[in-house]
């Protein structure tokens, strides 16, 4: 069923260039057009991760780069040492605006597409991100960080093929698990040539808690000590009822 409808979707997007009305920066004069197979993502509590289909078509010639990011947060990196037998932290490290999920894929490696100064400036791979979310860079830490979002899933790179069909129209599927966090997310499209980018379009993407979860947890932000207060009550509740139901009085 997937297969049917994301061949549907690319062949209403090639005769229906209109379809990029829902996207961002898009320019049908320009060489690239494309659009995503859904803008909203709903996490119930029963969500098991769902796949995102990115397609669309180049008028012009050149290769494609797809990039998925957000939401954008801070990260702190501690080291710890063991000295005089305690394990104490000797030194940290801080990121900032970096993207809790991010994947990126591309018809050829990025080095080979445009210069690194443009790429920098486009955020586009691991290591530019990280360094634009701290400018210095640090070997240690800058891998440790990697790891570990590669560990939750939330860094896919690359995350897959991107694949042609005939000259100008393409496609790509972003995996997209079942620990991904709510939040705006961008779907980035780029067309390379010469090492110019000649093409560009973002897509939004929003992906929110819905249900009874998604009910406590806003619970949960707006009215915290209300919350933190009826979790200490129904804990409390809880042990009292465990007590009157398993209690047993002993008799000598």
Same mark, same amino acid.
């Given at each position: 069923? +997937?297969?049917?409808?994301?061949?549907?979707?690319?062949?209403?997007? &090639? @005769?229906?260039?209109?379809?990029?009305?829902?996207?961002?920066?898009?320019? #049908?004069?320009?060489?690239?057009?494309?659009?995503?197979?859904?803008?909203? =993502?709903?996490?119930?509590?029963?969500?098991?991760?769902?796949?995102?289909?990115?397609?669309?078509?180049?008028?012009?010639?050149?290769?494609?780069?797809? &990039?998925?990011?957000?939401?954008?947060?801070?990260?702190?990196?501690?080291? $710890?040492?063991?000295?005089?037998?305690?394990?104490?932290?000797?030194?940290?490290?801080?990121?900032?605006?970096?993207?809790?999920?991010?994947?990126? &894929?591309?018809?050829?490696?990025?080095?080979?597409?445009?210069?690194?100064?443009? #790429?920098?400036?486009?955020?586009?791979?691991?290591?530019?991100?990280?360094?634009?979310?701290?400018?210095?860079?640090?070997?240690?830490?800058?891998?440790?960080? %990697? %790891? +570990?979002?590669?560990? $939750?899933?939330?860094?896919?790179?690359?995350?897959?093929?991107?694949?042609?069909?005939?000259?100008?129209?393409? $496609?790509?599927? =972003?995996? #997209?698990?079942?620990?991904?966090?709510?939040?705006?997310?961008?779907?980035?499209?780029?067309?390379?040539?010469?090492?110019?980018?000649?093409?560009?379009?973002?897509?939004?993407?929003?992906?929110? $808690?819905?249900?009874?979860? %998604? @009910?406590?947890?806003?619970? %949960? =932000?707006?009215?915290?000590?209300?919350?933190?207060?009826?979790?200490?009550?129904? &804990?409390?509740?809880?042990?009292?009822?465990?007590?009157?139901?398993?209690?047993?009085?002993?008799?000598?």
């Amino acid at each position: 069923m +997937s297969k049917l409808r994301a061949l549907l979707c690319l062949i209403i997007f &090639a @005769a229906l260039p209109a379809a990029a009305q829902n996207s961002v920066n898009a320019n #049908l004069s320009t060489p690239l057009i494309a659009d995503v197979s859904q803008n909203a =993502i709903e996490i119930r509590s029963d969500f098991n991760g769902t796949q995102l289909l990115v397609f669309g078509a180049r008028n012009a010639p050149g290769e494609i780069v797809i &990039a998925l990011r957000g939401p954008k947060t801070n990260a702190q990196l501690r080291r $710890k040492e063991r000295i005089a037998g305690m394990w104490m932290h000797v030194d940290q490290r801080k990121y900032f605006g970096l993207p809790v999920f991010y994947a990126i &894929a591309s018809t050829k490696p990025l080095n080979r597409l445009a210069p690194p100064t443009l #790429l920098q400036s486009l955020g586009l791979g691991e290591n530019r991100i990280i360094l634009t979310s701290n400018s210095t860079p640090d070997e240690v830490f800058d891998l440790a960080l %990697a %790891a +570990s979002f590669k560990h $939750k899933t939330w860094w896919q790179s690359p995350f897959g093929k991107i694949t042609y069909f005939g000259e100008s129209l393409f $496609k790509a599927r =972003i995996d #997209l698990p079942d620990t991904l966090p709510s939040g705006e997310y961008t779907t980035e499209v780029y067309l390379f040539n010469n090492g110019k980018l000649v093409g560009f379009q973002m897509i939004p993407l929003n992906a929110s $808690k819905t249900g009874l979860d %998604a @009910a406590i947890a806003n619970a %949960a =932000i707006k009215n915290g000590a209300l919350y933190g207060l009826i979790a200490i009550l129904m &804990a409390l509740f809880g042990g009292w009822l465990g007590h009157r139901i398993f209690y047993r009085p002993h008799v000598e």
